[in-house]
């Protein structure tokens, strides 16, 4: 587990356009992550590219930010390029310009079996590819959004939303606006 306890890491920048898993934390499994901000950052990675975590597996993330900019090629997102298996994301958001390929959201690239609670993205969101959004790239299979929202502008190519670029199998959105 990690707490930021109120510090603030400003100016991280990762310059890894050919790696996978980037991010703060690059890949984390039953990880709890808390209250950690993350001011300006530049971050270039290739799949799994997040300005907090590149692969959330089974983990949390609360209370927490990331601003400045995240590019990488397939799941960027904002603040987690990829969250899976009942990973939770709440009261978070980013507020950077995100860029991608395939799967590029605003706060998060792809979602699967995992929820976003209370949170939101600002920043403009530009996909090269498809499934891009606002909030989440891809939401999948059983994964909920709720009480969220996304005010960017979004651009892409295929499967593109304000909100989600492209939602399927069960996945359910309440109460959440782009």
Known sequence: SFDGNGYNITGLTINSPTKNYVGLFGY????????????????KGKDNTGGLVG???SSTVSNSYATGSVSGSKHTGGLV???????????????????GKNHTG?????????SVTNSYATGA???????TGGLVGWADD??????????????GISEVGGLVGYANRST???DSYA
């Not at 990829?82 to 958001?93: C, D, F, H, L």
């Open 28 to 43: 984390t499994e039953g990880a709890t992550i808390e209250n950690v901000a993350l001011e300006d950052v530049n971050i």
């Open 106 to 114: 605003g706060l998060v690239g792809r979602a699967y079996q995992s």
């Open 81 to 99: 390029g990829y969250a899976y298996n009942s990973t939770r994301i709440t009261t978070s958001y980013a507020t950077g310009e995100v860029s």
């Open 55 to 57: 692969v959330a597996n």
């Open 172 to 174: 359910k959105i309440t």
């Open 125 to 131: 969101v530009t996909g090269t590819g498809e499934r």
């Open 142 to 155: 059983s994964t909920s959004i709720s009480n969220s929202y996304a005010t960017g502008s979004v651009e």
